[in-house]
Nanobody, 128 residues
Framework: QPQFVESGGDTVQPGGSLRLSCKTSRFILDNYEVAWFRQAPGKEREGVACITNTDESTYYADYAKGRFTISRDYAANTVILQMDSLKPEDSAVYSC?????????????????????WGQGTRVTVSS
């Protein structure tokens, strides 16, 4: 059973917005940090944003600061990525992951060693 199910991807015009959802379990929200990653065709996976399970601190990749917002919805066991002012270079498959262990503290480090259990992702296309 997958630990994450992502949804909300779509095709939007430059400057538009999308709200991505990452459905998971209460156990994961309570015990792990959760991050959004993305991978564009022909490029390596890169981190977008993450949120901690302890105090809901958030960390963002430089390109996401000021445009993207990560949050958690406990009622729905979901991690949300609100993306505004989208650019064509934001086109990618966006997926969720959790920290590798319950003790792992990423402090915003998106290197693979800190993360695991990536979901299948949802595709975002930004095009006019």
């Amino acid at each position: 059973q997958p630990q994450f199910v992502e949804s909300g991807g779509d095709t939007v015009q430059p400057g538009g917005s999308l709200r991505l959802s990452c459905k998971t379990s209460r156990f994961i929200l309570d015990n792990y940090e959760v991050a959004w990653f993305r991978q564009a065709p022909g490029k390596e996976r890169e981190g977008v944003a993450c949120i901690t399970n302890t105090d809901e601190s958030t960390y963002y990749a430089d390109y996401a600061k000021g445009r993207f917002t990560i949050s958690r919805d406990y009622a729905a066991n979901t991690v949300i990525l609100q993306m505004d002012s989208l650019k064509p270079e934001d086109s990618a498959v966006y997926s969720c992951a959790r920290t590798a262990t319950r003790a792992t503290k990423s402090t915003g480090n998106f290197d693979d060693i800190f993360w695991g259990a990536w979901g299948q992702g949802t595709r975002v296309t930004v095009s006019s």
